[in-house]
């Protein structure tokens, strides 16, 4: 019989909290986390915020030694891993390091010390270039450096699956579990925030604030929405076996009861309209969890304030569920931090299993008659809650869900 996966650990550094206790704090009082960049300049750009970590202190959780040379996107993940570790009372010793996977989405995670690299060998030479940035940057760096820190010897893997990447490698991980072939893994989803990615999406035109009149606010399903907000953070889950969790008498957040995954071909960085990638994936993940859809107490949308994304997302749900689904959107709190944002809704999910409260789609005003659901807007509503749905969709096509329960 299949192992089953469960959280006994959490992780997080975010714009919205750097444990869970402030992350669930500020979700649930519907805190904005959004404010004018200072990690790099602006000037020139329509688009001046962001959901920037605010007063990180790699230091204060990791100590002095061994951060050296360290670039913030590597700080930011192994400092939600000793968060989580902490959290689980999880220690690695030679008996279970073997045993510990490490399992990281993330896509853009390495993009700053590529680039910081690249330039230093285009204005200096190759010859002249500085050693100690080059390890920073390969994609599966910040992974590699957890790995390192924390002495974890079991399989160690980076998966890039865009905003897909952390619900991904939360399947990955419960796959391990399930096959037996690893007892713990140290697993979640990462972003950073660097001019390189905000350019990127800035001359995509993915940007809440360039169009003329519009404003910097994310605010998915509404009729006023026009964009993402860009974010950081990171979100670690200590996954282990579930009967062993429960003879060491673990504290356990929820279970992965299924996952969906589907690649839809289309148009590159642009939503398939029919959203069939989308509606498939929620399906797979239903029949994986042996769930029906009338069970689901809420889903967490991917809901990234973007005009096509929103209304397809919404026309899928309601072919899967109907229209009776309660339907929040963390991304209005905590904006998009691309590859981490999977997991930033897990994370939001064990807290509505703490409080048994859904949390409020925040910036909600003007009514979108093509977005036509059950969105939990106002004010977090107390509901009975025990198994949730988190999506998460890629303009580039790939689509992952994720059922989580509430312990039993």
């Not at 019989?1 to 959280?7: H, N, P, S």
């Not at 570790?85 to 700053?112: C, M, P, R």
């Not at 080059?134 to 820190?149: E, H």
Request: with cysteine.
């Amino acid at each position: 019989m299949k192992k089953k996966a469960v959280i006994t650990g959490i992780g997080v550094i975010s714009p919205l909290g750097k444990s869970k206790e402030e992350f669930w704090e500020n979700l649930f009082k519907g805190e904005s986390v959004f404010h004018e960049i200072a990690l790099f300049d602006t000037e020139g750009l329509k688009v001046k915020k962001a959901g920037e970590i605010c007063n990180f202190e790699p230091k204060a959780i990791l100590g002095d030694k061994g951060l050296m040379d360290v670039d913030r996107a590597s700080l930011i993940l192994m400092s939600a891993a000793k968060l989580a570790l902490d959290d689980a009372g999880f220690k690695i010793t030679q008996e279970n390091t073997h045993s510990t996977g490490v399992s990281i989405g993330t896509t853009f995670g390495s993009l700053y010390s590529i680039s910081k690299f690249d330039q230093e060998s285009l204005t200096e030479g190759p010859r002249y270039v500085n050693p100690s940035i080059f390890p920073s940057t390969v994609g599966n760096s910040p992974a590699s450096r957890l790995g390192i820190r924390y002495n974890i010897k079991g399989f160690n893997t980076t998966i890039s699956t865009g905003m897909c990447a952390g619900l991904d490698a939360l399947d990955y991980s419960r796959d391990f579990i399930n096959l037996d072939r690893a007892d713990t893994v140290v697993s979640g989803g990462l972003g950073d925030l660097n001019i390189q990615t905000f350019l990127g999406f800035y001359k995509l035109g993915y940007l809440a604030g360039l169009k003329y009149g519009s404003t910097e606010e994310m605010c998915p399903f509404d009729k006023r929405r026009n964009g993402i907000i860009l974010s950081e953070g990171a979100v670690i889950f200590i996954i282990q076996n579930k009967d062993a969790a429960n003879s060491q008498k673990k504290r356990i957040y929820g279970e992965i009861l299924g996952t969906g995954s589907c690649f839809e071909p289309g148009k590159f960085y642009k939503y398939s309209r029919k959203g069939e990638g989308m509606k498939r994936a929620m399906e797979l993940a239903l029949e994986d969890s042996g769930i029906k859809a009338c069970d689901i107490d809420c889903i967490f949308a991917n809901a990234n304030s973007t005009k096509d994304a929103d209304l397809i997302e919404s026309k899928a749900i309601k072919e899967v569920f109907g229209e009776n689904v309660p339907v929040t959107a963390v991304k209005s709190l905590v904006g998009e931090t691309f590859s981490a944002s999977g997991t930033m809704s897990v994370l939001a999910a064990l807290g509505a299993f703490e409080k048994q409260s859904i949390p409020a789609i925040a910036n909600y005003r003007e009514k979108d008659e093509d977005c036509d659901l059950d969105y939990v807007v106002g004010e977090s509503r107390k509901k009975s809650i025990s198994k949730v749905m988190i999506n998460s969709f890629d303009p580039n096509g790939a689509s992952s869900c994720m059922i989580v329960g509430k312990p039993v």
